[in-house]
């Protein structure tokens, strides 16, 4: 069943919790007469059916011969001060999968049926306990990879791009309002002229392009970035892969090509969930294995995000270096020199100027663990493109549908801006208002079409 095509108010069951041994597992009902189709497999009927809102029931979940299937806390939330604006309870039991499927199988035969992906928010969202912006935000959360994109999306639900969507909506119709007066009263100097604040277009617009251009840095978090680590044979490129994961991974020596195959790892950068990948060191090689290694190397950097090219320090570069340098240059991938041991007598780091190709240099010792945090923070500049200063604390958008419509809504804006400017007839301007405002309104979910509640809703996992 398509999410938009959810029935609403039929009780609906789902295990909320991982099916694998652990403490505790959590069924979720909802639905109109959920709290009475939960006593009859209840060891306490009574005081569940008595029991308010936002309280624990104590009992046993019991087969229809009255045996015990666990012991079990119900927290019973009654319409419509619930999660899904619906009588519902969560029934914790032990959290052994036979125990948690056979409380979940007893529910279905007393007449649950099992609720699909999504369809508790779905039902939230319909019945009004949430807007759009803030079930996708359950959905971040859940699938968050790292703290700070764990906070961003905990900043959607908290409500903060709810608010200024609806201030930014409110700033619109402020200057519809005031068109519609000047639409009215053309000739009336009083109440026509000047009603207008054409300045109120330029902020609404403005509010906007900076939501539309959160995106990239927020889809960062969420899709996480490829990192490359590149050089030739020696250049310390598995000591910094180990270094940076704080974990004896890759094999280290002094014997050149040690590395044959790529490896990959996960790492956090700045907040920005980083595959990392060591690989096989550059050099012109007769071993047809190693040269195989090699052109995986150049692939990986090809497809990179961000690569880092390390150099010894106490070298300086070569012609083979050069030629490296001089792809990411014509534009095949952002790159990092790392200048590494730095820690040798003689290294000479950050030397002279940024050759061509690099995007920035920064100088490591991976054997010392120096000047990692530099590295990183420049890796994470580069694939955030800059310009983030005090991004942190202003909303952001959660998902490409929601740059989509804000994107349009830009456009409509930029457009009313434009005829108000040069003088076009109110209507025109009065219709792209419009056009921004139906935007707005498909953002927050007050006239989403189907097909993208189907989209949105059909991204969650059952229980959710
Ligand atoms: N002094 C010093 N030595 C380092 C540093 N980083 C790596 N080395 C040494 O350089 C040698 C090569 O290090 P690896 O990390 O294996 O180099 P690699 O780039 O992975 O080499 P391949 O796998 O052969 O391409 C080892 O002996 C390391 O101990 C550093 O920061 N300072
Ligand atoms: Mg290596």
């Given amino acids: 069943m398509k999410p938009s095509e959810y029935p609403l108010g039929d009780p609906v069951a789902a295990i909320a919790t991982a099916l694998v041994p652990a403490a505790l597992g959590v069924i979720r009902l909802s639905g109109d007469s959920s709290l009475s189709l939960l006593s009859a497999c209840f060891s306490r009927p009574q005081a569940l059916a008595e029991a308010p809102g936002h309280s624990l029931v104590h009992g046993w979940i019991l087969t229809p011969e009255g045996e015990r299937i666990d012991e079990a806390m119900v927290a019973v939330y009654r ?145 996480g970035a490829r990192v490359v680590l590149a050089g030739k044979t020696n250049a310390g490129k598995s000591s910094l892969f180990n270094a940076l994961l704080k974990e004896d991974r890759a094999i280290v020596s002094d014997v050149h090509g040690t590395t044959r195959d790529w490896i990959e790892a996960t790492a956090d950068f700045s907040g920005i969930p980083v595959r990392l990948f060591d690989t096989a060191g550059l050099r012109e090689t007769g071993d047809s294995i190693e040269a195989e290694g090699i052109l995986r190397t150049r692939t990986l950097a090809a497809g990179a995000d961000v690569v880092i090219y390390l150099a010894d320090a106490a070298q300086g570069l070569d012609g083979e270096d050069l030629a490296f340098l001089e792809e990411a240059g014509k534009g095949g991938f952002p790159l990092i020199l790392a200048w590494n041991k730095c820690d040798r007598e003689g290294a000479t780091p950050l030397p002279g100027e940024l050759p061509p190709g690099a995007a920035a240099a920064v100088a490591v010792s991976a054997r010392r663990g120096t000047g990692l945090a530099d590295l990183v923070a420049s890796a994470a500049g580069l694939l955030l493109g800059g310009g983030t200063e005090g991004a942190e604390r202003r909303p952001s958008l959660g998902s490409e549908r929601q740059r989509r419509d804000v994107a349009a809504a830009c456009e409509a804006l930029a457009h009313a801006q434009e005829a108000a400017l040069s003088g076009f007839p109110m209507d025109a301007v009065e219709e792209d208002l419009e056009t921004a405002l139906e935007r707005l309104a498909s953002i927050t979910g007050e006239t989403t079409g189907a097909d993208i509640l189907d989209a949105v809703f059909s991204g969650f996992c059952v229980g959710k």
């Avoid at 000047?194 to 403005?206: K, Q, V, Y």
């Fill in 79 to 223: 319409a419509p001060r619930s999660f899904t604006g619906e009588d519902a309870a969560e029934v914790t039991v032990h959290g052994g999968p036979a125990t948690v499927l056979a409380a979940y199988r007893r529910f279905l035969a007393a007449g649950f049926r099992e609720a699909g992906r999504g369809e508790f928010a779905f039902r939230a969202f319909a019945n009004g306990k949430t807007d759009l912006l803030k079930a996708e935000a359950i959905r971040e959360i859940i699938g968050a990879r790292t703290e700070t994109g764990m906070a961003h999306a905990a900043r959607r639900l908290g409500g903060d791009l709810s608010a200024e969507i609806r201030r930014v909506r409110d700033l619109i119709l402020r200057c519809r309002a005031a068109i519609a007066v000047e639409i009215e009263y053309p000739e009336d100097e009083e109440t026509g002229s000047g009603a207008f604040d054409r300045e109120l277009i330029g902020e609404a617009l403005a509010a906007l392009e900076l939501l539309r251009d959160s995106w990239a840095a927020e889809r960062l978090l969420q899709d």
